[in-house]
């Protein structure tokens, strides 16, 4: 599918894939505490055929047991910030580098990053978004150096909302990096800032 144009049945079918193997993944860390705790794998959620992507760092425990991302408070920002833009998140898709919960909401290891990065870069490549923004400093970096051009990321409080171009299999990407929701929630100055940044999206779509 390298450097191709893909149509939406194959893109729904290709996507039906990672979830089968994701759903399948025993070899996982996360694995059995998903089988344990009845939670779900979070593999993402949106438009097959997105020109926006989201990333996150991992499911917290409200998308484990629903199996859909973003879905608590953070989402609900996430939804105001399409607003924002004349959107809805359906528009877009949205996802986490990793696709199962870890135990207290820790980090990932760079095990579990290593393990799942891959179906994110699989996602990448099927639905051919145009722009890619990095929900948080973690998702940003990694989405960067993805696309090897992480020595230009700095620090989210500078990177922040700032466009980078890279080069895809299918073309070129913007990635933008943008604080996580979830730092906004208390904080107002934050969530100007985020709906700032968003802002800039529309004119790349």
């Known amino acids: 599918m390298e450097g191709e144009i893909i149509n939406i049945m194959d893109k729904d079918n290709a ?4 979830r089968d193997e994701i759903w399948d993944l025993n070899e ?7 089988t344990q705790n009845n939670y ?10 997105a020109k926006i992507m989201l990333v996150g760092e991992a499911p917290g425990r409200n998308e484990a047991k629903s199996g859909k ?5 953070a989402g609900k920002i996430l939804d105001q910030l399409f607003e924002s833009i004349g959107l809805v ?4 898709y949205v996802t986490n580098i990793v696709k199962d919960r870890p135990p207290e909401n820790r980090d990932p290891t760079p095990e579990e990053i290593a393990l799942y990065g891959p179906y994110l870069e699989r996602q990448i490549k099927i639905i051919q978004p145009l722009v890619i923004c990095g929900l948080g400093r973690f998702s940003s970096q ?20 700032k466009q980078f171009e890279a080069w895809a299999d299918y073309g070129v990407v913007t990635v933008i990096p943008l604080y996580h929701p979830a730092a ?3 904080n107002r100055q934050l969530k100007d800032t985020l709906l700032h940044d968003f802002a800039a999206i529309k004119s790349l779509i």
């Open 40 to 49: 779900y794998p979070v593999l993402g959620e949106g438009n097959h055929d």
């Open 142 to 161: 990694y989405v960067m150096n993805m696309f090897g051009i992480g020595d230009q990321m700095g620090v989210i409080s500078t990177s922040h909302g």
């Open 15 to 18: 996507l039906k894939q990672i």
């Open 28 to 34: 996982s860390p996360l694995y059995e505490y998903r």
């Open 69 to 73: 991302p973003f879905c608590g408070a």
């Open 89 to 92: 998140r359906a528009d877009a």
């Open 184 to 186: 906004s929630i208390y």
